[in-house]
T-cell receptor, first 111, second 116 residues
């Protein structure tokens, strides 16, 4: 059975801290790993990673995929209160073109 | 441009009633997905439509759930004889459905369904 596991499930830090969110996956016919940010209801797309070892960056956020260890991390530097959200990781199944989501990491940034 | 829209935003119903949830994808997006998110959980895939192909219904939890997509655009998810365990946020997403862009799914705001 396809599975995506995120850790930690919950994280509380102070503004300015750097955080690392973890995602491991066991997905047959794996194509890509995606990260989404969910603040209220609608998840918003952050990154799609297909190749191993290539870091993707957007401002203070960055992510990398390790296809040998079946693992991805999402880093957020100099965190701000607006980064508070649930961060979802998902594996994209090739052919079926559907996403298998992890349970999410709830990140809280305190001022 | 307009994003994915869903209606209603909230729906409260009694156990045993049927409900219909609607999704309007982004114009030009050929792929449409339905997901369910129970409290504190990740998203659970329900069904996927791509163009005129037969939908992938592998995620529908029971035969009380069905979905259709008319004219390759608007989709409705129907839940018959609702049960309390159907209470969740139902999210719709669409994507361009082209090679390399499958994963960039754009989500609607969801419909929060509460079955009493």
């Amino acid at each position: 059975e396809d599975k995506v596991v995120q850790s930690p499930l919950s994280l509380v830090v102070h503004e300015g801290d750097t955080v690392t969110l973890n995602c491991s996956y066991e997905v047959t016919n794996f194509r890509s790993l995606l990260w989404y940010k969910q603040e209220k209801k609608a998840p918003t797309f952050l990154f799609m990673l297909t190749s191993s070892g290539i870091e993707k960056k957007s401002g203070r956020l960055s992510s990398i995929l390790d296809k040998k260890e079946l693992f991805s991390i999402l880093n957020i530097t100099a965190t701000q209160t607006g980064d508070s959200a649930v961060y979802l990781c998902a594996g994209l199944i090739q052919g079926a073109q559907k996403l298998v989501f992890g349970q999410g990491t709830r990140l809280t940034i305190n001022p | 441009g307009a994003g994915v829209s869903q209606s209603p935003s909230n729906k409260v119903t009694e156990k045993g009633k049927d409900v219909e949830l609607r999704c309007d994808p982004i114009s030009g997006h050929t792929a449409l997905y339905w997901y369910r998110q129970s409290l504190g959980q990740g998203l659970e895939f329900l069904i996927y439509f791509q163009g005129n192909s037969a939908p992938d219904k592998s995620g529908l939890p029971s035969d009380r759930f069905s979905a259709e997509r008319t004219g390759g655009s608007v989709s409705t998810l129907t839940i018959q004889r609702t049960q309390q365990e159907d209470s969740a946020v139902y999210l719709c997403a669409s994507s361009l459905g082209t090679s390399g862009r499958w994963g960039e799914q754009f989500f609607g705001p969801g419909t929060r369904l509460t079955v009493l």
